[in-house]
């Protein structure tokens, strides 16, 4: 599996077979049973998890502001953790503490956050999971605001054919199989902006992914 320089790289299978190990064997919280991870090594990870993680005794503005004071001069983070809100939608909200968003909004400050923090690489795991349609298809359309500001690489990781269409560069589907191995992978070269326009296209894709399994 080949994680291309700032592209969108998704890792697609059902649940129960590895993914998020895998996406923790990358990042370094699990060590391999065997096997080589190149190039990954002494790199900085953003992580979005499937919840939003969020510190409950900080306000919007101070989660944001928690990860990158280490990072930034005092007169940098205010700019800086405003332009992350606003690009979310969610700056009138920076005083708010987790506890009165929504799941939605908690969701996107989580990836608002991530984005924001200086990292090499991003991994997501199924930070889309659990939600409905409208709620998604807004945090994807927040997802891809941030994404397109700095093309960041990504290491997306979902069992939805949806989602991995809609943003994905790269799809490698995983079988359902123990160990689990890589039964195909799909380059689609029409942008994110082109499948939005054209939701048909996204409809092509998840038909040749649903082939696949």
């Known amino acids: ?13 059902p649940s129960g077979i590895g993914k998020t190990t895998l996406l923790n064997i990358i990042s370094g919280i699990t060590e391999p049973d065997s096997g080589d991870i190149s190039d990954f090594k002494d790199k900085d990870f953003s992580y979005i998890f499937q919840e939003p993680r969020l510190l409950y005794w900080k306000t919007v503005y101070e989660n944001i502001n928690f990860v990158l004071k280490d990072f930034y001069k005092e007169k940098e983070l205010k700019p800086r953790v405003k332009n992350y809100l606003e690009i979310v939608g969610l700056y009138e909200y920076r005083d708010y503490y987790p506890n009165k968003l929504s799941g ?17 690489i991003l991994l997501m795991d199924e930070p889309f999971k659990s939600l409905d349609d409208k709620l998604k ?12 500001a700095d093309k960041r690489t990504v290491v997306f990781v979902t069992h939805d ?12 589907v995983l079988e359902d199989s123990f160990p689990t191995k ?32």
């Open 104 to 120: 939605g909004m908690q969701q996107r400050v989580s990836i608002a956050r991530a984005f924001a923090y200086p990292s090499e």
């Open 182 to 213: 890589i039964k195909n992978m799909m380059q689609i070269d029409k942008s994110f902006k082109e499948r939005l326009d054209d939701y048909q296209s996204v409809k092509e894709i998840k038909k040749t992914l649903v082939d696949f399994f």
């Open 1 to 13: 599996m080949d994680v291309r320089e700032n592209k969108i790289t998704c890792i697609l299978g």
């Open 137 to 148: 298809k807004n945090l994807l359309h927040s997802f891809m605001a941030l994404w397109e």
């Open 161 to 172: 054919i949806e989602e991995a269409a809609s943003i994905s560069d790269f799809i490698y």
